[in-house]
């Protein structure tokens, strides 16, 4: 069995200040973990992804997450926040022993003010 | 390269009316999926095709029947529709038989149902 917590339903920060998204996640199996970004009226999109290769994980836009497997969790973070960085956000576990059994949690809006 | 194309990208339907909602991806992935999108619930899975020819059921799959065409294409289709399925539904696909991937998403179908 497999589950996803995304701690914060809603998070503001001011521009410029550093973003902490956090995701708690249980899996029976070596997990993969994805982040995604939402946009308001439209799909989602890959910001990274942690497959078992490095613990520190960059993506795009200056995101990056860290892969702690003694907490379970796969926090995104981001040193300084942009406007356009507005969306809501998605953590995802995968088990990587099948077929690929993808789990999301329920997200996390982040308000970015002025 | 379009991706995942999902068809309408809108429709109102009265309580009661069918509809089948499309998807095709030309990435050859051998997997694809059905998901549902609901405020402060995540993405929930109706339907997914392991393969091109075989599809399971998800979490949600009450209410829905799902057809994979053939492996570019996988549809939804709502019998009688509910109020209850009023909802943003996407289509995923990922290739498999690999290191885990991500998934690729379509833009989304929004749908109301009066």
């Known amino acids: 069995a497999q589950s996803v917590t995304q701690l914060d339903s809603h998070v503001s920060v001011s521009e410029g200040t550093p973003v902490l998204l956090r995701c708690n996640y249980s899996s029976s199996y070596s997990p993969s973990l994805f982040w995604y970004v939402q946009h308001p009226n439209k799909g989602l999109q890959l910001l990274l992804k942690?497959?078992?290769?490095?613990?520190l994980v960059k993506g795009i836009n200056g995101f990056e997450a860290e892969f702690k497997k003694s907490e379970t969790s796969f926090h995104l973070t981001k040193p300084s926040a942009h406007m356009s960085d507005a969306a809501e956000y998605f953590c995802v576990v995968s088990d990587r022993e099948g077929y690929q059994k993808v789990t999301f949690g329920t997200g996390t809006k982040l308000q970015v003010i002025p | 390269n379009a991706g995942v194309t999902q068809t309408p990208k809108f429709q109102v339907l009265k309580t009661g009316q069918s509809m089948t909602l499309q998807c095709a991806q030309d990435m050859n992935h051998n997997s694809m999926y059905w998901y549902r999108q609901d405020p402060g619930m995540g993405l929930r899975l109706i339907y997914y095709s392991a393969s091109e020819g075989t599809t399971d059921k998800g979490e949600v799959p009450n209410g829905y029947n799902v057809s994979r065409l053939n492996k570019r294409e996988f549809s939804l289709r709502l019998e009688s529709a509910a109020p209850s399925q009023t909802s943003v539904y996407f289509c995923?696909?990922?290739?498999?038989?690999?290191?885990?991937?991500?998934?690729?998403f379509g833009d989304g179908t929004r749908l109301s149902i009066l």
């Open positions: 995923a696909s990922i290739r498999t038989g690999g290191p885990q991937q991500p998934q690729h």
């Open positions: 942690y497959t078992s290769a490095a613990t």
